[in-house]
């Protein structure tokens, strides 16, 4: 007897469900669907992404709605367009079987006035974007005032996306005797006030503890260097053959930086992000459904629509800005029942934000180390030799054995296998045979004391000398401003500031060296190269009565005016959100990966050749203040040779 049926559930939605192939209810469809079959009430419910809350909602919205009447009874608002067209199509395969039932999709970046048109001719349900939605309302399109349901999807991740006035617009335009039913996967205080303001004694459903993981997800992280990042990845990819997951990025320009590098090293992979066409978006999501991508990197606004089964893999290439976003991420993967693995890549300065986040999921992390060389080689053996034996035969190359064994003659078996094995192994041995190892180990988790200071904490960090100052209008804040937008560095990770009239001083952590010395030469401000060397004051000499270090110059050599810094390896174009325009002849790259066109990286066969366009610029993270600091204005952003 299929579960359902004890829900309460009519026969033509039971018929659809069977067509579907759902067998059993997720918990959160057990608690939520009798409960709103039985009575028009408000309800709030807590579910991680993945646990079918589309058809927790979406069953008993259906059963509840008037299919005779042609007026709109019902809302739901999700926050992007592809999960938007996701809750569309389920919510049509729910009703095949109950005739009348209209559901209209809006959504930007298709035609408004198409949308109208199809609600006009009669729309029941309309799901929708608050952006689109609130457009329509504006311009009179569509009216919501007498709708008897209002269901808002992902209710953080629009919060999140900057969207609340939008909903609460869009709410005080529906009736106050509605049902509102209000599903998340965390529940922030902006939430919280939604609810507050708009639902009247909301029954209350958690799946789960509040706010924490699936317990279907296994979280891993890898420390590594700055520079080790993209080489990190492709080694992960490596030593899962099979992996079919989604990499997460925290801004569009590294999200396309990373896929172009991914495809160019020949793995199977491609770009989703806010710059794509809608039309490029759907060719992208049907070649990752259709398993032509293996690794899917995408911003985590475009990755709101991704619902593909049988992910194995989530990697966080970049941790998010918001730690509560991690777990929408994670939800990507461990999906109706399976098990799924979440990875972080992350370095020293990071490590604090893993405590952060197990203590949000309410799940401790597994510290592993990337694979060597030499185990990546041997899983890819093995995977090989599995991949041989479980090959089903072809009976037309029959008429070919005479020939082949002609060619072959002479060779023993154990011969046979090693130049079989060979063809495709090759490559890998003689990439990862020179290359070091890039695990780092952190030993024991570094956690500041909130109470310490990250300007004094700096054991072991590098500083540098750098070639402008306050007469360039920097004082210590807004140099530390410049410097982390132009680096691309966290809030933390640039530190003991000190500004002089014609020079300056400031602190990194070792990871970060290459990176500042390569990015840094090879700026300039206002016309003039910016120079940076090692500075052997550590910082700690007399201080003014500011409290700021004394101690002048650097004692790494004399000062290079004009001097490019070429020791330091090939000019960076287009810093992952820098801002910097990025030359459309070579493709931008993020936080220290090696951009050298000539990489001798193994290249994996069938990968995916994305027609997603380059981009310049553009950001999914909200814009930097640029007002600024005290008296001195902002300087100009430099821009790049």
Known sequence: MNKFEQLGLNESLLKAILDLGFENPSEVQEKAIPLLLEKDTDMVALAQTGTGKTAAFGFPLIQKIDADNRNTQALVLSPTRELCLQITNELKNYSKYEKGINVVAVYGGASITEQARDIKRGAQIIVATPGRMQDMINRGLVNIKNIDYCILDEADEMLNMGFYEDIVSILSDTP??????????????????????????????????????????????YLVNARDRYEALKRLADANPDIFSVVFCRTKRDTQAVAEKLIEDGYSAAALHGDLSQAQRDGVMKSFRGRQIQMLVATDVAARGIDVDNITHVVNYQLPDEIETYNHRSGRTGRAGKLGTSIVIVTKSELRKISSIERIIKQKFEEKTIPSGIEICEIQLLHLATKIKDTEVDHEIDNYLPAINNVLEGLSKEELIKKMVSVEFNRFIAYYKKNRDISTQSGERRERSDSEPREFNNNGAVRYFVNIGSRDNFDWMTLKDYLKETLDLGRDDVFKVDVKEGFSFFNTDPEHTDKVMEVLNNVQLEGRRINVEISKNDGGGRRDHNGRSGGGRSSGGPRREGSGGGSFGPRREGSGGGGFRSDRNSAPREGGFRSDRNSSAPKREGGFRSATPRTEGGSDRAPRRSESFGDSPRPRRPRRD
Do not use: C, Y
């Open 176 to 221: 106050d005797q509605k049902s509102t039913w209000l599903f998340s996967a965390t529940m922030p205080q902006e939430v919280a006030r939604i609810a507050k303001q708009f639902m009247s004694d909301p029954v209350e459903i958690t799946v789960g503890a509040k706010n924490s993981g699936s317990a279907t997800v296994s979280h891993e992280f």
